[in-house]
């Protein structure tokens, strides 16, 4: 998973973005009056998220916020004015664009096509228009992260922006030779502190991303398994397969050391069963 920049411009932009549409409804000079608060908002919440505590942040403003008199404004301004019209529409693309290499950060697997609100838009009503509160993500993405925010440390989704997993090695694969597909499974850093394990034990079960990523091996197994059964072929050399593979497994690591092709790879060079000739049979 890699995570994408966070966006350059802020609430105030967003808000001027969206000028024509709140002009129409009469609201302009109601948000405007609103913005040294939102402004506010932007702050304390970049502030919380650069020092680990933006779900204690979110928690304290979620009573105030859901039934603020202006929530239906602000969450109708996201909806119809950034996301519809042409002005906000450019900023909402910024965002989306940011994906590296368009790919949803929170499961690297499909491509981005929508914005999620970390903190959701129906109980947080005045970050709706905070561009540190969108993500780029992709649908299921979006689906498995809920609209509901966490009330426990352990359960926090993670937020790209503010928080890097580091090169360490969490997610693993290996290859199941009675079923013959790969099998995915988080295995944190002893290093790591018992928080940040169940959090991201709790994020691959909430993004179904054993599943998802068992299913996308498939095709990553079919686009090679003819080149490595070659390989077998001519050299009679399981040693040989497995070095070939773990060519790749570097060039995937560089870039993604938890990217669910690594750790199929790095599954594919440590069976056996696959370099013995068992990539014929695998699941693709």
């Known amino acids: 998973m890699l995570w994408p920049q966070a966006p350059q411009f802020d609430v105030e932009k967003v808000v001027e973005a969206c000028r024509a549409w709140l002009t129409s409804e009469e609201a302009y000079d109601t948000v405007r009056k609103r913005l040294p608060e939102l402004k506010a908002r932007e702050k304390a919440y970049r502030v919380a998220g650069e020092n680990g ?28 004015a950034f996301v519809q019209r042409a002005e906000g529409r450019k900023l909402y693309d910024a965002i989306r664009a940011a994906a590296v290499h368009g790919s949803c950060p929170l499961c690297g697997l499909q491509q981005v096509a929508q914005v999620d609100h970390h903190a959701p838009k129906a109980d947080f009503p005045l970050l709706a228009l905070t561009p540190l509160n969108l993500v780029p993500v992709c649908g299921p993405c979006n689906q498995g992260k809920s609209s509901k925010l966490a009330t426990s440390v352990t359960e926090e989704a993670f937020h790209p922006y503010f928080e890097d997993l580091g090169p360490d090695r969490w997610l693993h694969a290996q290859i199941d030779t009675d079923e013959r597909v790969a099998v995915f499974e988080v295995r944190p850093p002893a290093e790591w502190d018992e928080v940040k394990k169940r959090r991201i034990g709790h994020h691959f079960e909430s993004h179904d991303l054993a599943c998802r990523y068992r299913e996308a091996a498939g095709s990553v197994v ?63």
């Not at 003819?226 to 397969?241: F, G, H």
């Not at 013995?276 to 695998?282: R, S, T």
């Open 53 to 80: 505590k933006l779900l204690s942040l979110l928690l304290a403003y979620r009573p105030a916020q859901r039934f603020d008199r202006h929530a239906k404004l602000l969450k109708d301004a996201y909806t119809t």
């Open 222 to 284: 079919a686009k090679r398994r003819r080149r490595d059964a070659e390989l077998l072929e001519q050299t009679k050399s399981p040693a040989e397969v497995r070095a070939h593979i773990r060519g790749d497994v570097d060039s995937h690591a560089a870039h993604d050391p938890n990217g669910y092709e690594t750790a199929l790879l790095r599954a594919l060079a440590e069976s056996t069963w696959y370099l013995g000739g068992g990539m014929k049979f695998l699941y693709a």
